[in-house]
């Protein structure tokens, strides 16, 4: 079965600063990598996915996340953020031939300071 | 497209009331999910559908029941609403031809008193 653990429960950062959500998936067969992101009292959207190919995906607003099979990670990142990026991101995987499901991490909050 | 919609946005509950949480979307998905939302727990799948007539149970489905009779239409029941139930409760709908992308209804928050 997979599992995604996402490293940080709390991230605060300063405004204009990088900042980097970091996630790491088990996993026995080949999977697919999401970020969603949960802005205050709304629900998920989707951010970016991994699904084959280059391992550097962007995603919107300006965020990116890079595939790193062999370290099994899926670390979101993004050079310079804003205020409005205060958010709760999530983690996901799905397993190409596993069952027909999300396994999701826990969740970082990301909390952006002035 | 209205995308996923979910009603009602909040209901508090008595213990041992019951109620339905409805959920609707119109991209004529063929997957859809329901999961709860506790603080710092993540998303917990409750039941999911692959399609119209089919549901599972996902991670933590005791104390819900579910039913999937049309493909835009997929509510949640509680039949005997307990304090542990307080949660906020999402939908989702995906395809199996998008690689599991779902997307996600705005969320139902749920008190049970």
């Known amino acids: 079965a997979q599992s995604v653990t996402q490293l940080d429960s709390q991230v605060p950062v300063f405004e204009e600063a990088p900042v980097e959500l970091r996630c790491n998936y088990s996993?026995?067969?080949?999977?697919?990598l999401f970020w969603y992101v949960q802005y205050p009292n709304q629900g998920l959207q989707l951010l970016l996915k991994y699904l084959s190919g280059s391992t550097l995906v962007k995603g919107i607003n300006g965020f990116e996340a890079e595939f790193n099979k062999s370290q099994t990670s899926f670390h979101l990142r993004k050079p310079s953020v804003h205020i409005s990026d205060t958010a709760e991101y999530f983690c996901a995987v799905y397993s190409v031939s596993g069952a027909q499901k999300l396994v999701f991490g826990q969740g970082t909050r990301l909390t952006i300071n002035p | 497209n209205a995308g996923v919609t979910q009603t009602p946005k909040f209901r508090i509950l008595k213990i041992g009331q019951s109620m339905t949480l409805q959920c609707t979307q119109d991209m004529n998905h063929n997957y859809m999910y329901w999961y709860r939302q506790d603080p710092g727990m993540g998303l917990k799948l409750i039941y999911y559908?692959?399609?119209?007539?089919?549901?599972d149970k996902g991670e933590v489905p005791n104390g819900y029941n579910v039913s999937r009779s049309t493909t835009e239409d997929f509510p949640l029941r509680l039949e005997l609403a307990a304090p542990s139930q307080t949660s906020v409760y999402f939908c989702?709908?995906?395809?199996?031809?998008?690689?599991?992308?779902?997307?996600f209804g705005p969320g139902t928050r749920l008190t049970v008193l």
């Open positions: 996993s026995s067969v080949s999977v697919y």
């Open positions: 989702a709908s995906g395809t199996s031809g998008n690689h599991n992308e779902q997307f």
């Open positions: 559908s692959v399609g119209a007539g089919i549901t």
